[in-house]
Nanobody
Framework: QVQLVESGGGLVQAGGSLRLSCAAS??????MGWYRQAPGKQRELVAC???????NYADSVKGRFTVSRDNAKNTVYLQMNSLQPEDTAVYYC?????????????????WGQGTQVTVAS
């Protein structure tokens, strides 16, 4: 059974930092990362990383956020620096498994329960 357990959210002043963690169990994932959803907005990608170390970031967080992964612990982290009020959202851990099949690769997505990040101005 796949489980993603997040930790590290909270309230911080603008300019501050937080570090999110997501520990996965039940499978080994090709890619892991973070999405966020602010009130009234769609869920959006924040950052993700593959087992090979490739990373992808939303333009709005480049230079401020860093995603990393400990493959041995099956854990992904999100270091968030220079936080701004617009970063306020529920942050969700995401993990993907890609399986080859006769019809082409099939992707399975798993989600954590979400952790609230609030940045006060």
């Amino acid at each position: 059974q796949v489980q993603l357990v997040e930790s590290g959210g909270g309230l911080v002043q603008a300019g501050g930092s937080l570090r999110l963690s997501c520990a996965a169990s039940g499978a080994f994932f090709n890619a892991m990362g973070w999405y966020r959803q602010a009130p009234g907005k769609q869920r959006e990608l924040v950052a993700c990383t593959t087992t090979g170390g490739n990373t992808n970031y939303a333009d709005s967080v480049k230079g401020r956020f860093t995603v990393s992964r400990d493959n041995a612990k099956n854990t992904v982290y999100l270091q968030m620096n220079s936080l701004q009020p617009e970063d306020t959202a529920v942050y969700y851990c995401n993990a993907k498994i890609t399986i080859a099949s006769a019809g082409g690769p099939r992707e399975y997505n798993y989600w954590g329960q979400g952790t609230q990040v609030t940045v006060a101005s």
